[in-house]
């Protein structure tokens, strides 16, 4: 009479191969996992840097938002304060593309 395939204590070489490949992803999983983690921290971490300069900037009565070029994506920007009779303007310039910003009038406060 055969035996059926997959009885226990049979010991065949499905269930090894079975075995091999279970203990293989519990591993990849285990790497993933502190892996997960440490991107995490790595995350965490950005965020706090970002909430401390958007903190800073609120503290100094700058805009929440760092001012970012439109073309390139650069931080590093200039103001070019413009006075005319109509009003105080300005101009944006970013430092590394010479982009321009258009023409803006700048918002005084109301005296009280």
């Not at 070029?69 to 009003?87: A, F, H, K, M």
């Amino acid at each position: 009479m055969a035996r059926k395939k997959g009885k226990k204590g049979s010991g065949s070489k499905d269930d090894r191969n079975d075995w091999h490949r279970f203990n293989k992803f519990k591993e990849e999983n285990e790497k993933l996992r502190k892996e997960v983690s440490k991107l995490r921290k790595l995350v965490d971490s950005v965020l706090v840097d970002r909430l401390q300069k958007k903190q800073d900037r609120v503290d100094n009565n700058e805009s929440a938002i760092e001012p970012v070029c439109e073309r390139c994506g650069n931080t590093d920007l200039v103001s070019i304060p413009i006075s005319r009779p109509d009003g105080k303007f300005e101009i944006i310039t970013c430092k590394s593309c010479n982009h321009r910003s258009p023409l803006k009038k700048i918002k005084e406060p109301k005296p009280e």
